[in-house]
């Protein structure tokens, strides 16, 4: 069975950090570009940082860049997203998905094959 999962999510004070992962089972990632995404309650999903099938490329959304940083180790089939500086708006549930690589430096979510189930995620003060 393919599948994504996703772990690592928990509840931090704002400035807090947190680092998510993202094991992929059923195949191996090396050909796939991993993109995380998160959807608040009451709001669209939205893209937050995507890395390339060889980790050469990463790219983040304006939200979360210089606070989050994306990589990868395909010896260990995991993709991560560590997240610091965090703040109540980065409040959401946070999902891994996964698009074979085409040299693009970021997806849509249609372009994604694979989706992991969330961890949610939660900044209080």
């Known amino acids: 069975q393919l599948q994504l999962v996703e772990s690592g999510g928990g509840l931090v004070q704002p400035g807090g950090s947190l680092r998510l992962s993202c094991a992929a089972s059923?195949?191996?990632?090396?050909?796939?570009?991993i993109g995380w995404f998160r959807q608040a309650p009451g709001k669209e999903r939205e893209g937050v940082s995507c890395?390339?099938?060889?980790?050469?490329?990463?790219n983040y959304a304006d939200s979360v860049k210089g606070r989050f940083t994306i990589s990868r180790d395909n010896a260990k089939n995991t993709v991560y997203l560590q997240m610091n500086s965090l703040k109540p708006e980065d409040t959401a549930t946070y999902y891994c998905?996964?698009?074979?690589?085409?040299?693009?430096?970021?997806?849509?979510?249609?372009?994604?094959?694979?989706w992991g189930q969330g961890t949610q995620v939660t900044v209080f003060s």
């Open positions: 059923g195949f191996t990632l090396d050909d796939y570009a």
């Open positions: 998905a996964a698009a074979l690589d085409d040299g693009s430096l970021w997806y849509e979510e249609y372009e994604y094959d694979y």
């Open positions: 890395i390339s099938d060889t980790g050469g490329s990463t």
